[in-house]
């Protein structure tokens, strides 16, 4: 090494001291973490982002958990006015649908007639061929019944054997007959209960709102009675006896 004066070596040393603290100062942060570190708008933005996400995902699994609900009410709903082995409205369906349309008869100017129906012989199907077929046939004549009814005319179970319907707009007794007459034809096409043929008949009571005074539970009553009469007399179906007012 050449002879350097004193100022020489001093500046030398600093510059080689300057040197190696530029070179061995430590990397220990990437750039987004300096970016963050001096930013705290961009710490809260991917903190807001976030919990965005989070309330998006519990809102999407609340929508499907009010859809399930509203699915199981509706369930139940449909269970509570319908009949399990027909499908068709049950008896207390029947009777508040009767109800109401009575109320609004007199609004609409609608005359209201109800047909109670009973399965002949049903008991000795039973019997003889069992439940399991004695369901088949009631299937059977329900999906009979509501393919024979006019589109707005309702067609339910009562119970056991027995069904009705409820029929708006029927203006006179002859077009009622002439329902009638066509229900009963409808039924009568013999039935096939695993392999055996069963023949299918129903008797038919008849009642309007002008016999029973405007009360729905009369007007069904009246119906069922027609319709033992027409049992009675094998004549397929019948018309309620006309009732005075209080009776």
Known sequence: MGHFTLNQRARMAIRIN???IHDEKPVTKTCSDFLFA???????????????????AELESLKRE???????EAVIRHSARHDELTGLPNRAHFAACLEDGIKQQSLKDDRLAVFFMDVDHFKEVNDRYGHAAGDALLRVVATRLHRAMRKDDM??????????????GMPDNTQLARLARKLLVSIAT????????VEVHISIGIATTHQGHGEGHNLLAMADEAMYKAKRSNSGYAFAELRAPGA
Not at 66 to 72: F, K, M
């Open 18 to 20: 300057l040197a190696l």
């Open 38 to 56: 001096h930013c705290p708008t961009m710490l809260e933005g991917q903190r807001l982002a976030g919990e965005t996400d989070r309330l998006r």
């Open 66 to 72: 009010i859809a399930s609900l509203r699915e199981e």
């Open 155 to 168: 067609v339910c179970r009562l119970g056991g054997d027995e069904f009705a319907c409820l029929l708006h």
């Open 190 to 197: 013999p039935c096939n209960l695993n392999g055996v043929m």
